[in-house]
Nanobody
Framework: QVQLVESGGGSVQAGGSLRLSCAAS????????MGWFRQAPGKEHEGVAS???????SYADSVKGRFTISKDNAKNILYLEMTSLKPEDTAMYYC??????????????WGQGTQVTVSS
């Protein structure tokens, strides 16, 4: 069973930065594709960024140029570096993993989420 545990959320002012981490069980990070989603109150889940098993990345237009997804295969950790944060980035952020090596947007496993709040 894949387990994903996020950390690193918090409250920051607009323009600030945060780095989210997702600790995964087993060899999840190296074997599977992974991604970050977010959900703001009253809104649907939104895919933020993804990374394939080979390291290829993809970003939502709303975060392109501000967020960076990366992973450490040796430590089995997924990261999301967030800079130039805006109030509209406020949401619960979830780490997700898919058994496919190429991200298709349909996770098989989810973390419990970490809250990010950006004040203006």
């Amino acid at each position: 069973q894949v387990q994903l545990v996020e950390s690193g959320g918090g409250s920051v002012q607009a323009g600030g930065s945060l780095r989210l981490s997702c600790a995964a069980s087993g060899n999840t990070v190296s074997r599977y594709s992974m991604g970050w989603f977010r959900q703001a109150p009253g809104k649907e889940h939104e895919g933020v960024a993804s990374i394939d098993a080979d390291g290829s990345t993809s970003y939502a237009d709303s975060v392109k140029g501000r967020f960076t997804i990366s992973k450490d295969n040796a430590k089995n950790i997924l990261y999301l570096e967030m800079t130039s944060l805006k109030p509209e980035d406020t949401a619960m952020y979830y780490c997700a993993a898919s058994y496919g090596r190429t991200w298709a947007g349909y996770p098989d496993h989810w973390g419990q989420g970490t809250q990010v709040t950006v004040s203006s």
